[in-house]
């Protein structure tokens, strides 16, 4: 069983910057794939950014592409998402995943824990 609690959204004017954080209970985290989605009102889930377990390979999708980054500190059971020139696009609220299912994985299906998610708001 993994817990997954979201920190770090809030209000940020366009071309700003956030950091988000996602903190992982249990002694396995180094194991699972960790995932970053977004949900904006009345859109379905979107997968955001990959980082694997084996090797801390990232993976974005092509919207986030050169602004986002995945990273994770297995000491801490954290995986973090640092976000750059942000948009007013990529507002929505954010969450985090858990996955035993692979090492890229984008399908919100194959996850295995989801965090409670956290608001990024972004103004023009």
């Known amino acids: 069983q993994v817990q997954l609690v979201e920190s770090g959204g809030g209000l940020v004017q366009a071309g700003g910057s956030l950091r988000l954080s996602c903190a992982a209970s249990?002694?396995?985290?180094?194991?699972?794939?960790m995932g970053w989605f977004r949900q904006a009102p009345g859109k379905e889930r979107q997968f955001v950014a990959v980082i694997s377990w084996r090797d801390n390979s990232p993976y974005y999708a092509d919207s986030v592409k050169g602004r986002f980054t995945i990273s994770r500190d297995n000491a801490k059971n954290t995986v973090y998402l640092q976000m750059n020139s942000l948009k007013p696009e990529d507002t929505a609220v954010y969450y985090c995943?858990?996955?035993?299912?692979?090492?890229?994985?984008?399908?919100?299906?194959?996850?295995?824990?989801w965090g409670q998610g956290t608001q990024v708001t972004v103004s023009s």
């Open positions: 249990g002694r396995t985290f180094s194991s699972y794939t």
């Open positions: 995943a858990a996955g035993s299912a692979g090492l890229r994985i984008t399908g919100a299906w194959d996850y295995d824990y």
